[in-house]
């Protein structure tokens, strides 16, 4: 079985940080690409950053200079580095990654169970 679980969100004032985690554990081979999105009430659920096993990384174009994500392999952990926070960043935001559990198995997409991030005066 595996388990993303995430960290970090809260409540931020406008041009604050926030660090979110995310920690997948269980049985893992190996993890392709890891990834936050986020979501509002009402609308879809929408990519904000993604990286690759080789480290290659894509931003939303609302987040790009602002928001940073990086990897550690070893931890199995993927890090969003949120700067600049502004109000229209509140969200929740969900960890994913395509995970393979047998070295001889294709990746499944596993989903964290999100984290509120508001940004508000």
């Known amino acids: 079985q595996v388990q993303l679980v995430e960290s970090g969100g809260g409540l931020v004032q406008p041009g604050g940080s926030l660090r979110l985690s995310c920690a997948a554990s269980?049985?893992?081979?190996?993890?392709?690409?890891m990834g936050w999105y986020r979501q509002t009430p009402g609308k879809q659920r929408e990519l904000v950053a993604r990286?690759?096993?080789?480290?290659?990384?894509n931003y939303a174009d609302s987040v790009k200079g602002r928001f940073t994500i990086s990897r550690d392999n070893a931890k199995n952990t993927v890090y969003l580095q949120m700067s600049s926070l502004k109000p229209e960043d509140t969200a929740v935001y969900y960890c994913?990654?395509?995970?393979?559990?047998?070295?001889?198995?294709?990746?499944?997409?596993?989903w964290g169970q999100g984290t509120q991030v508001t940004v508000s005066p």
């Open positions: 994913n990654a395509d995970i393979r559990t047998r070295p001889w198995s294709s990746a499944q997409n596993y």
């Open positions: 990286v690759t096993s080789g480290l290659s990384t």
């Open positions: 269980g049985s893992i081979f190996g993890i392709n690409n």
